[in-house]
C-alpha cells in the first residue's frame, strides 16, 4: 500500500515539474512515507526525521515532510517533536499533499531545479519504490483503502479507517492508464484486497479481476494482500479465467494454532484455512502459496508454535514473510501478556530455519529450467546483474547480457521480458544467465546466444 501511495506521490511530483533526485540532500522536497505496522518502522521513521533536519538546518528553504500511517497515528504530537517539519499528511490526505507539492514548485522556480535539485522520496535506504527507467514496468492500482476486520495485533484498521472501496469504473480507468504508460503487469492493492465490492454496483473481487484483465495491452495481473476469509469458490472460479492471471496466490496464515487465531480474531480456524488451500489448488493448480506468519503472539503457548511450525514444514509455502510479534498501541493485544523476548528470538528462529528450507527446496527445483522474469532493473547488491521477478514473485539475478552493454536504461525497459536459464537456487531466489529478452509476455523472445559460424565451411 505504501509503494502504492508513493508511486501516487511520484506521480503527482512529475506532472507538477519535479525529478527526482539520488540523494536528500539535493532535494528540494524531502518527502518521507512512513510505516507503523512494527515498532522498528516507527523508531526508523523518527531516527530518519531528525537526521533530516541537519538538511533542514543547512537549507531552511527545503520542504520536510512525512506522510503515511505513522502520520495518521501521530498527527497531533508529531509536529511537537519534530517542529522542523513543513506538514504532516495522513494517510486519507494525499491528495493534499499532491497539491502542495504542487504550490511549492512555484517557490523553487527561481533556483534552477535541476536534474541536481529536486524531490526525493527516501524509502528504507534509498529512494527505491519511486519512479526509475523500470518502475513504470509494473503498476499499482490501488481498489480499497483501509480494513474493517480488526485483527487484534494489527494498526491498519486504526490508522487507514474501515474499507473504503474505489468503484470499479475507477480501478479499470487507473488500470488503462497505466497500461497505456507502459505498465506490463498490474498488482491491485488494498489492505484486504479480496473483500473488494464495487461501491457503485454489486461487482465482487472476481468480477473486477475478470475487467480489469480486459483491458487491452494488459500483460499479467496480480494482486496484494487477501484475506482467506474471502476467498470464496466463486471469486477463485472467476480468477481462474484470468488467463494474466500469476500463478503466485498470497494467503496470510499467521497462525497454525485455532486458539491463537482466535484470540488474533482472523475468522478462520486451521481447518478452514486448509479448505481455502485446497479451493485454490483445484481452481488454479499451478499457483505457488505465500504467506504471513506472526511467530509469539501474547499467550502463545509451546504448543500452539509447534502447531505453526508443523504446519510450516509440510512445505505448503513456497516462501514466507515471518514475523517476531510487535506490541502496536492501541490495539488489544498489546495490553495481553507478552511472550518473553528471548523465547519469541528462539521460536523465530526454529520457524525461520523450517521455512527457509522449504523455500531453497522450491527454488532449487527451478535449476535447469527456463523462466520467464519482468526485469526490475539493476540488482541492489551487485551492479553488474539485473534483478527480475517471475510470475510466482521469485527474484531472479543474472549478469547483464554482453549484448546490452552500454545499452541504457530506458532501452533496455522496453524489452522487459528476460528468459532465464537458471543455475542456482538461494533462500533468496535464484541466479542464472539471460539467454533471451522478449518485448511483450505473449512474445517467444530474442535468443542472445551468438550464431555459430563454422569458418571451415562458411
Ligand atoms: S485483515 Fe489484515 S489489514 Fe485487516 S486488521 Fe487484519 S491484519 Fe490488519
Not at 58 to 85: I, Y
Not at 99 to 119: G, K, Q, V
Not at 258 to 270: A, E, G, I, Q, S
Amino acid at each position: 500500500m505504501n509503494e502504492a501511495d508513493s508511486q501516487y506521490i511520484a506521480d503527482r511530483a512529475a506532472s507538477a515539474g519535479y525529478v527526482v533526485a539520488e540523494r536528500p540532500e539535493d532535494a528540494n522536497v524531502v518527502i518521507l512515507n512512513t510505516c507503523t505496522v512494527r515498532e522498528g518502522a516507527e523508531r526508523r521513521a523518527y531516527g530518519r526525521m531528525s537526521h533530516f533536519k541537519m538538511l533542514k538546518n543547512a537549507d531552511p528553504a527545503l520542504k520536510l515532510v512525512v506522510t503515511g500511517c505513522l502520520a495518521e497515528q501521530d498527527r497531533d504530537s508529531m509536529q511537537r517533536h519534530a517542529p522542523h517539519l513543513d506538514g504532516v499528511f495522513g494517510t486519507k490526505e494525499l491528495m493534499q499533499l499532491g497539491d502542495a507539492i504542487a504550490r511549492w514548485r512555484e517557490e523553487f522556480a527561481d533556483t534552477a531545479l535541476s536534474e541536481e535539485r529536486a524531490l526525493v522520496v527516501p524509502l528504507g535506504g534509498a529512494a527505491d519504490c519511486v519512479t526509475d527507467a523500470f518502475s513504470h514496468l509494473r503498476g499499482f492500482v490501488t481498489v480499497q483503502r483501509g480494513c474493517s476486520y480488526y485483527c487484534t495485533f494489527c494498526i491498519v484498521p486504526h490508522v487507514r479507517g474501515r474499507f473504503d472501496h474505489r468503484p470499479m469504473v475507477d480501478v479499470l480507468n487507473e488500470t488503462k492508464q497505466r497500461v497505456d504508460e507502459g505498465a506490463r503487469e498490474i498488482m491491485l492493492v488494498g489492505q484486504t484486497v479480496n473483500a473488494y465490492r464495487d461501491p457503485a454496483g454489486d461487482g465482487d473481487f472476481g468480477e473486477l479481476c475478470r475487467r480489469v484483465a480486459q483491458t487491452f495491452g494488459l500483460e499479467r495481473l496480480t494482486f496484494i494482500s487477501p484475506h482467506p476469509k474471502d476467498f470464496t469458490k466463486k471469486v477463485l472460479s472467476d480468477l481462474a479465467q484470468v488467463p494474466q492471471l500469476n500463478p503466485r496466490i498470497h494467503l496470510p496464515l499467521q497462525s497454525a494454532s485455532d486458539p491463537v487465531l482466535r484470540r488474533m480474531n482472523r475468522k478462520y480456524t486451521l481447518a478452514q484455512y486448509e479448505e481455502k488451500v485446497a479451493w485454490i489448488r483445484e481452481h488454479l493448480p499451478d499457483a505457488a502459496i505465500t504467506t504471513d506468519v506472526i511467530v509469539a503472539f501474547p499467550g502463545e503457548t509451546e504448543e500452539d508454535f509447534q502447531a505453526t511450525l508443523d504446519y510450516v514444514r509440510t512445505g505448503i509455502f513456497a516462501n514466507a514473510f515471518m514475523f517476531i510479534y510487535s506490541k502496536r498501541r492501541g490495539t488489544p493485544a498489546a495490553h495481553w501478556d507478552q511472550v518473553p523476548a528471548a523465547v519469541a528470538s528462539e521460536r523465530f528462529a526454529r520457524l525461520a530455519d523450517a521455512q527457509n528450507a522449504v523455500t531453497r527446496a522450491y527454488h532449487d527445483r527451478k535449476i535447469g529450467t527456463i523462466v520467464r522474469a519482468l526485469v526490475q532493473g539493476v540488482s541492489k547488491k551487485d551492479r553488474s546483474k539485473l534483478a527480475a521477478k517471475t510470475l510466482d514473485n521469485v527474484t531472479v539475478i543474472a549478469p547483464f547480457p554482453s549484448s546490452t552493454s552500454g545499452v541504457r536504461p530506458d532501452d533496455l525497459a522496453q524489452t522487459p521480458w528476460l528468459d532465464v536459464s537458471i543455475d542456482a537456487g538461494y533462500v533468496w531466489g535464484c541466479g542464472g544467465t539471460v539467454v533471451r529478452r522478449a518485448e511483450r509476455f505473449a512474445d517467444a523472445g530474442i535468443s542472445l546466444e551468438r550464431p555459430l559460424v563454422n569458418l571451415l565451411t562458411a
